[in-house]
C-alpha cells in the first residue's frame, strides 16, 4: 500500500498538500461505497424480497432527492463555503445508510434512498467546488484525475471486502456493511474539519441558475454526460451485479473481484491516462470512451447468455477492464472541462449542473434498465450500447460549439503551453 501511496504521489507532485489530504478523506469515504454499492439492489431483491422493477425505482429515488439537494448545494458552496456543505452532507448519509437494516417494506427502502440521495446531492457539487478551489486552474484535470483515482482504489478495497462479507444466506452480514459504510462517512468528516475553506468570492452570490441555462454548449455537454451515465455507469454499477448473480450465477465474492477489477484499473491508469490526454481534444476522448462502453455491454451480454459461474466471472472481469479504462478518459475530461466553461461568480452553480448530471443518469438508468432487467434481462445490454454510440457522436458534434481555448486538455508541449486546435 505505501507503494502504491508513493507511486500515485509521483504522478504529479505539483498539487497542494490540501489536495492530497482532501484525496485521504475520499479515499476512506470511498472504501465504505465499495463495501454497499455492488450489493445493495441484491440486499434488496434477494434478501428483503423486493422486485427487480422496483428496486432500480429505489435506487432511482436516490437520484432523485440528490437532483433536488444538489442545486441547493451549488448555490450554497458559493455561499458559505463548499466544506460546510460538504460537512452536512456527509452526516446526513452517515444516519441514513445506518438505518439500512431496518428495511423490511419497500416503502422504507424507498424513504432511507431518498434520504441518502439528498445528502449526495449537496455531496458531489460541494465536493467538486472544494478540489476546483484549492487547485491551481491548470492542474485541475490532474486533481480530477487523481480524485478519481483514490475513490476507486477505495471502492476496489471496498468491493473486494464486501464480496468476502456479504452473504445473502446471512442478512446480518449486510448489516456490517451498512454500518461500516456509515463510519467511512464520518471519517471523511474528521478529515475535513481539519482542511482549510477555499475563500470565498463575493461575485459568486450575484448569479443564478438561469445565467447557466442560457449557456447553449453547456448545457448540451451536460446533457451529453446524463446519457453517458444513465446508458453506462448506471447500467454497470447498478444492474450487472443482479444480473451476474441471477442470471449468470456469479457469486457474491465473484462481484466484487468484477467490482475491483473495474476499480483497480481506473487506480494503476488514471493518471496516466491524464498524462497522455494533456495536448489532445476533449471530445474525441469522450467520442472513444462511448464506443468502449459500447463495446462492455455487448461483453456483457454474451458472457451472461453464454457462461455461468467462474467462466462468467472471468468474462465480466474483462469487460470492467475495458469499462475501467473508459472511465479514466471520463474522469480525464468530464469535471475539468466543466470547470473551465464557467465563469468564476458561477462556478458553484455550473458545478451543480455538471455533478446532476449523473444524477438525472441514475434516474433513467435505473428506473427504465431496471424494469428491462425484470423482463427481459439479455435485451438491457443492446439497447445500451447503442444508447452509448449516440453519446460517441453527440460528443464529436458538439466539440465546434465549444469555446476553442477548451478543446484541449491543458498541458506542455516541449516545455509550452498546448496550442489551440486549428480550425
Known sequence: MACLGSYIRSLDPRLPQAVWILQGG????????????????????????????????IAAANSAAALVTGFVAGSLSGRIGPRRVLMAALCVMSAAIALFPLIREAWHAFALSAALGAGSGA??????????????????????????????????????????IASTAHPTTFTVLFLLDAGTFLGYLLVLSRLRSPELDPERLEGSYAQVLRDRPFV???????????????????LLPPFAKNQAHVSELGIGIIWSVDALVVVLAQLPVAKLAEGRRRMQGLALMGVLWAAVMMVVAGGGYWLMGGAATAVLAVAAVLFGIGECLHGTIHVPLAAELAPARLIGRYMAFSSQSWQVGWIVGPAVGGFILQHDP??????????????????????????????????????????????
Open 26 to 57: 475520499g479515499l476512506l469515504n470511498s472504501f465504505g461505497n465499495g463495501l454497499v454499492l455492488p450489493f445493495l439492489i441484491i440486499y434488496l431483491h434477494n434478501v428483503r424480497g423486493v422486485s427487480l422493477g422496483l428496486a432500480g425505482l
Open 123 to 164: 455531496f458531489w457539487p460541494s465536493q467538486s467546488t472544494l478540489v476546483n478551489g484549492l487547485t491551481p486552474p491548470r492542474r485541475r484535470h490532474s486533481a480530477f484525475a487523481l480524485q478519481r483515482v483514490t475513490m476507486n482504489l477505495g471502492v476496489a478495497l471496498g468491493g473486494l471486502s464486501g464480496g468476502v
Open 220 to 238: 448540451s455537454y451536460v446533457l451529453l454526460n446524463a446519457l453517458f451515465m444513465g446508458a453506462a455507469m448506471a447500467v454497470f454499477v447498478e
Open 378 to 423: 439479455y435485451a438491457l445490454w443492446p439497447l445500451a450500447a447503442g444508447a452509448n454510440l449516440v453519446g460517441a457522436s453527440w460528443a464529436l458534434l458538439l466539440e465546434r460549439r465549444l469555446p476553442r481555448g477548451a478543446w484541449l486538455t491543458p498541458g506542455t508541449v516541449r516545455g509550452e503551453l498546448a496550442p489551440e486546435p486549428m480550425r
